[in-house]
């Protein structure tokens, strides 16, 4: 049977991969044996070069994923470098925080577009090819806010609890034909994405003090879930939102 984890010869694409969390799951799933296509608005040299010391190849591809305009070009540079498509890893993800009392159209917007529209249409798209091959895996990354209802983040609360919803959806639609569609909630990570509330010495506080495992997660605590979700031991998973969160949802 071989290990069920292994990724060898596999093609990943993950959105956000040059910081992180996209970062880490693209190097988790590099180390599992898959070559990982690496999407995002910024630099990737150091993705790449943590890709490469895995002994795994790393394209790059730039994109500004707050609209749909290069999504399909993305499937299509993947399977023209590769050769392949096995696995797509919706990370990219931006947050906007205010009152809801004042919360703006731009900010609900850009969140949305960026966090739920477009990872939409990414599945949409490789979801094609990956029902056309009878096989595939995506992962999205979803949130604690995909439960609960979070605070200042109306906009971001939406498009995470979207996430969840569609990664149901079309694990109902697609797990007959092959394609495992799952999700990751991650708790509370230390990243760019939580600085705000990593300087908040209050904020900070009673986050730390809330998490059964009594710190922020590391980037690295997510690649176990990824590779699971990606490979062979999690064929008969769908439309399953995986916490890894420190206990925080068990509180
Ligand atoms: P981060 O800000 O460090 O990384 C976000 C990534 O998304 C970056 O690579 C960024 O370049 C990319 N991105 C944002 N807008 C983009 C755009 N328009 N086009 C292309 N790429 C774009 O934050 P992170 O914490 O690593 O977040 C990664 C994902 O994890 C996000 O979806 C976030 O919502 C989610 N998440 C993070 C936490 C946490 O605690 N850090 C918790 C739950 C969920």
Redesign the pocket.
Known sequence: MGNPFDLSGRAAIV??????????LAVALAQAGADIVA????AMDETRGLVAAAGRRCHAIK?????IAPVSAIVEETLATFGRLDILV??????RRADAVDFTEEDWDAVI???LK?VFFLCQAAGRHMLAQGAGKIIN?????SFQGGIRVPS?TA??SG?AGLTRLLANEWAGRGVNVNAI???????????A?QADETRNRAILERIPAGR??Q?ADLGGAAVFLASRASDYVHGHILAVDGGWLAR
């Open positions: 959105t956000g991969a040059n910081t992180g969390l996209g970062q880490a999407v995002g608005r910024s994109a500004d994923l707050s609209t919706n990370n990219a993800g931006i947050i577009d960026t966090n477009s990354i979803a949130s604690m806010l971001y498009s995470k996430v909630a991650p708790g509370y990570f230390a990243t760019n994405n939580t600085a509330l922020w997660g980037p």
